[in-house]
């Protein structure tokens, strides 16, 4: 069965600072793997995904994720942080019919 | 085109009770899938729909169950109900295929009390 696991349940960083937020995945075919945002009290929303083709994929808000095979990691991105982007960060793999989601890392944001 | 709904968005139910939770799909798709997510839990799946059909469960009790109609609406039901219960139940729509993805509702909080 796929795992992800997403290194750090939090990560704080300053408003304008890079943003790295890591995933680890396991699986024993070629991955499908997202990433979603969780504001408060609200639903998931799909930042970014990545099926085949280029391993750097480029999101909304600014994000981006790179995918590596060798290191089998998907690790969230995005140049500079905005307060807004304070929320929790969901990175997932899809299985048979259903995702796989690691535990999540909640992204806090300095002014 | 309209997101994906889900009815209602708070509850509060009593142990022993059964709930019924609602979604309806972005017009056009044709699964639906269900997961819990708790603190201590994290987000897990509960089940997925496709055109009527379940084609995947969770590792959940015999208490959590769900149906998708012909429009590709679904419910999930939880029989009595226990403390643990509580969480936040979110649903998403999918064309069905996995490098599709998927869009989610806003959930439904279930408070258990």
């Known amino acids: 069965a796929q795992s992800v696991t997403q290194l750090g349940s939090h990560v704080s960083v300053s408003e304008g600072a890079l943003v790295l937020l890591r995933c680890n995945y396991s699986?024993?075919?070629?991955?499908?793997l997202f990433w979603y945002v969780q504001y408060p009290n609200q639903g998931l929303q799909l930042l970014l995904k990545?099926?085949?083709?280029?391993?750097l994929v480029k999101g909304i808000n600014g994000f981006e994720a790179e995918f590596k095979k060798s290191e089998t990691s998907f690790h969230l991105t995005k140049p500079s942080a905005h307060m807004s982007d304070a929320a929790e960060y969901f990175c997932?793999?899809?299985?048979?019919?259903?995702?796989?989601f690691g535990a999540g890392t909640i992204l806090r944001v300095k002014s | 085109k309209a997101g994906v709904t889900q009815t209602p968005r708070y509850l509060i139910k009593t142990r022993g009770q059964q709930v019924t939770l609602s979604c309806s799909p972005i017009?056009?798709?044709?699964?639906v899938s269900w997961y819990q997510q708790t603190p201590g839990q994290g987000l897990q799946f509960l089940f997925e729909?496709?055109?009527?059909?379940?084609?995947n469960k969770g590792n959940f009790p015999g208490r959590f169950s769900g149906r998708q109609f012909s429009n590709s609406r679904s419910e999930m039901n939880v029989s009595t109900l226990e403390l643990g219960d509580s969480a936040l139940y979110l649903c998403?729509?999918?064309?069905?295929?996995?490098?599709?993805?998927?869009?989610f509702g806003s959930g439904t909080r279930l408070t258990v009390v």
């Open positions: 998403a729509s999918s064309e069905g295929r996995p490098l599709n993805g998927y869009t």
């Open positions: 699986s024993s075919v070629p991955p499908y």
């Open positions: 990545y099926t085949t083709g280029a391993t």
């Open positions: 997932a793999v899809s299985e048979v019919y259903k995702l796989v």
């Open positions: 017009s056009g798709h044709r699964s």
């Open positions: 729909y496709f055109s009527e059909t379940q084609r």
